[in-house]
Antibody, heavy 122, light 106 residues
Framework: EVQLVESGGGLVKPGGSLRLSCAASGFTFSDYSVNWVRQAPGKGLEWVSSISSTTSYIDYADSVKGRFTISRDNAKNSLYLQMNSLRAEDTAVYYC???????????????WGQGTLVTVSS | SYELTQPSSVSVSPGQTARITCSGDVLAKKYGRWFQQKPGQAPVLVIYKDSERPSGIPERFSGSRSGTTVTLTISGAQVEDEADYYCYSAADNSGVFGGGTKLTVL
C-alpha cells in the first residue's frame, strides 16, 4: 500500500524558514517523480514543486521560485521542501504527492499524504 | 502559464447524474485527472488519463474528453459524493489545478 507521511509543519514568523519532510513507503520511491502541493485555508489546491526520480528535473511554481528548494533522498525514501523567506500567504496545508497509475515524467499526482500545516504569522 | 476552468458549484438530487466540466488549453496535449476532496481530508484520485478509474473507485464515476474540455460524470450521485472536485493536468514544467467545484447532493 502506497503511504506518504508529511512532517515538519508548524508556526513560523514572517521571513523565517521551515523544512518539510515526506516519508514514502509501499512503492519503489526511486522510480517516481514526487511533488509538493499546498492548500491555503478555505482555498483551492496549488501545485508547488516537482522533482524527477533522479533529480534531473526540478520545477517550481512562480509563487515560490527562489524561496523554496525541493530535494529527495532515494536511499531514505524521503522528499523534502526547504522553505525560506516565508510569507503570510505561504500559510497552507502542504501535501506530498506521487504518480502511480500514470507517469508522463511530468508533475503527475495520484497518491497523496495527509498533509502538514504551515502557519506563517507574527 | 496554463489555466483550468471549472464551475464553482454543481447541485443535484440523490440518484441524479452530476457532470462537472474542466476546460483549458493544456488539455489539448495533456491528460486530465480528477480529485475528490472531503472536508478535512486529503484529495483522492477518482479519474486519471481523462477516463481511467483507479481501483476502488465506484463505477458511477466516469470521465470523458472533448477537445480541450474534460468532464467528470457521477451517474446516480449519492449523498456521500458531496465534496469538492478538482481537475488537474501535468503540463511540461508545472502542475495546473482547476479552481474546484463544490458538488452538493441534496
Amino acid at each position: 500500500e502506497v503511504q506518504l507521511v508529511e512532517s515538519g509543519g508548524g508556526l513560523v514568523k514572517p521571513g523565517g524558514s521551515l523544512r518539510l519532510s515526506c516519508a514514502a513507503s509501499g512503492f519503489t520511491f526511486s522510480d517516481y517523480s514526487v511533488n509538493w502541493v499546498r492548500q491555503a485555508p478555505g482555498k483551492g489546491l496549488e501545485w508547488v514543486s516537482s522533482i524527477s526520480s533522479t533529480t534531473s528535473y526540478i520545477d517550481y511554481a512562480d509563487s515560490v521560485k527562489g524561496r523554496f528548494t525541493i530535494s529527495r533522498d532515494n536511499a531514505k525514501n524521503s522528499l523534502y521542501l526547504q522553505m525560506n523567506s516565508l510569507r503570510a500567504e505561504d500559510t497552507a496545508v502542504y501535501y506530498c504527492a506521487t504518480p502511480y497509475y500514470y507517469d508522463s515524467s511530468g508533475p503527475d499526482l495520484d497518491y497523496w499524504g495527509q498533509g502538514t500545516l504551515v502557519t506563517v504569522s507574527s | 502559464s496554463y489555466e483550468l476552468t471549472q464551475p464553482s458549484s454543481v447541485s443535484v438530487s440523490p440518484g441524479q447524474t452530476a457532470r462537472i466540466t474542466c476546460s483549458g488549453d493544456v488539455l489539448a496535449k495533456k491528460y486530465g485527472r480528477w480529485f475528490q476532496q472531503k472536508p478535512g481530508q486529503a484529495p483522492v484520485l477518482v479519474i486519471y488519463k481523462d477516463s481511467e478509474r483507479p481501483s476502488g473507485i465506484p463505477e458511477r464515476f466516469s470521465g470523458s474528453r472533448s477537445g480541450t474540455t474534460v468532464t467528470l460524470t457521477i451517474s446516480g450521485a449519492q449523498v456521500e459524493d458531496e465534496a469538492d472536485y478538482y481537475c488537474y493536468s501535468a503540463a511540461d514544467n508545472s502542475g495546473v489545478f482547476g479552481g474546484g467545484t463544490k458538488l452538493t447532493v441534496l
